[in-house]
């Protein structure tokens, strides 16, 4: 933020101007899967080109990312039609080599078996956010829910989230009572997605939607 950049620096302030680069539509998302498409004269199911887009959250790292190594695999499997079930190598791909898999692994790991740091993670990178990228407990408990068919304790998680101890993987909004928290580093948020669906956590078929 510019808080962070600049501090109390006036003097820098003043010479300085906050540029807002929000996340890119799904559209836009599209438009870079297509015109990858077509430069190397290949296709790509719907429900695969769509799976991407929504894998992306709007960063155009996951979709440059996911299409290519789909992509890649089609060839190798002699198709120009790009498949769901390449797109589905290529999560496996990208989590298995990511650098955010130590981060991620800070975050998750726990030796007990019934431990759900996973499952309110990728609930924190599903649930509705604002303008500005912050979750309340709220909508984590809906997710939650929705994934684990109840509703357990998991405030003390998020507080984790957001210490040492699990890598500050989360910041608190200040601004507010302290319930509503944010990613630090916006490419886990879509890395946790993959990486639940992987370890199936998530249904395989969680953010699958209906192509028209």
């Known amino acids: 933020s510019l808080e962070q950049l600049v501090g109390e620096h006036e003097s820098i ?7 807002n ?10 438009e870079i899967i297509d015109f990858g498409l077509v430069a190397t004269g290949m296709t790509m199911d719907a429900r695969a080109r769509l799976k991407i887009a929504r894998l992306s959250e709007g960063l155009p790292h996951y979709a440059h990312s996911l299409a290519l190594r789909a992509c ?8 120009l039609e790009v498949q769901l079930i390449d797109v589905k190598i290529a999560i496996e ?4 080599s990511h650098s955010l898999r130590l981060e991620y692994q800070v975050a998750t ?9 996973e499952a309110v993670l990728v609930s924190c990178a599903l649930a509705e956010k604002d303008k500005l990228g912050f979750f309340s407990n709220r909508e984590v408990g809906n997710v939650l829910e929705n994934i684990l068919s109840r509703r357990p304790q998991f405030s003390s998680h998020l507080a ?10 989360l910041q608190r909004d200040s601004a507010h ?29 969680y953010l699958d939607e209906d192509v028209e």
Not at 13 to 19: D, L, P, W
């Open 93 to 96: 791909e990208i989590i298995s």
């Open 72 to 79: 890649e695999h089609a060839v190798f499997d002699d198709r």
């Open 160 to 169: 984790a989230f957001s210490s040492n101890d699990r890598g500050n993987v």
């Open 177 to 205: 009572s302290g319930s509503r928290f944010r990613f630090r580093n916006p490419l886990l948020q879509p890395f946790a997605v993959m990486v639940a669906i992987s370890t199936g956590v998530l249904p395989e078929n």
């Open 109 to 117: 790991q726990s030796s007990h078996q019934d431990a759900i740091f």
């Open 21 to 30: 680069i929000p996340r890119m539509t799904r559209e836009e998302i599209f």
């Open 13 to 19: 302030r003043r010479s300085v101007q906050e540029v």
